[in-house]
């Protein structure tokens, strides 16, 4: 029971190019989303999603797309990297109002 | 509108004195609050939990926190700091705004923990 996984852990872009992060969860949770850690700002929300094949936007969705076509996965895209998207991205699942899991982060260094 | 406020940004104490990191939230409907700990490099941990049962709610670690909904507060304590505890404390608040489970993170506590 894996929990929640993100891929990759780390990753180098250059500006410009484009890259999609995965969030894999095993728990079967309705919700899933993304957020952006960076410092002194706590945890700011990218995007989420309330089910499988639906998505909406979070506090700070400029510049990223999330898809859900399966409800294990929910997927972060750069279509265009810039070094204001360099920070720790965290994926989060939960069901209800239980507890979130989280991912291990993915710490993203955009050059 | 939900909203979540952190009062210290950085919390030093000696080890073997009581912890206190602050937190205030803002709800319009019934809310859960959560307190996470994060390790450096490390994810996020659940410390504790309410929802709506017991207004004291003990955690892992020995942290507990109190909701007081008059107070609008939901601070987390520990009697003895132990040098592992020194991390970043997150308070999060979560409720039904909007139709939907909506979270919303503080900006975060660093504890210090001085030998």
């Known amino acids: 029971n894996a929990g929640v996984t993100q891929t990759p852990k780390f990753r180098v872009l250059k500006t410009g190019q484009s890259m999609t992060l995965l969030c894999a969860q095993d728990m079967n949770h309705e919700y899933m989303y993304w957020y952006r850690q960076d410092p002194g700002m706590g945890l700011r929300l990218i995007h989420y999603s309330v089910g499988e094949g639906t998505t909406a936007k979070g506090e700070v969705p400029d510049g990223y797309n999330v898809s859900r076509l399966k409800k294990q996965n929910f997927l972060l895209g750069l279509e265009s990297a810039a070094p204001s998207q360099t920070s720790v991205y965290f994926c989060?699942?939960?069901?209800?109002?239980?507890?979130?899991?989280f991912g291990q982060g993915t710490r993203l260094t955009v050059v | 509108a939900q909203s979540v406020t952190q009062l210290d940004s950085h919390v030093s104490v000696s080890e073997g004195t009581p912890v206190l990191l602050r937190c205030n939230y803002s709800s319009s409907y019934s809310p859960s609050l959560f307190w996470y700990v994060q390790h450096p490099n490390k994810g996020l941990q659940l410390l504790l939990k309410?929802?709506?049962?017991?207004?004291l709610v003990k955690g892992i670690n020995g942290f507990e926190a109190e909701f007081k909904k008059s107070e609008t507060s939901f601070h987390l304590t520990k009697p003895s700091a132990h040098m592992s505890d020194a991390a970043e404390y997150f308070c999060?608040?979560?409720?039904?705004?909007?139709?939907?489970?909506?979270?919303?993170f503080g900006t975060g506590t660093k504890l210090q923990v001085i030998p």
């Open positions: 309410y929802t709506s049962a017991a207004t």
């Open positions: 989060a699942t939960r069901q209800g109002n239980t507890e979130a899991f």
């Open positions: 999060v608040v979560s409720d039904r705004a909007g139709g939907y489970q909506k979270v919303t």
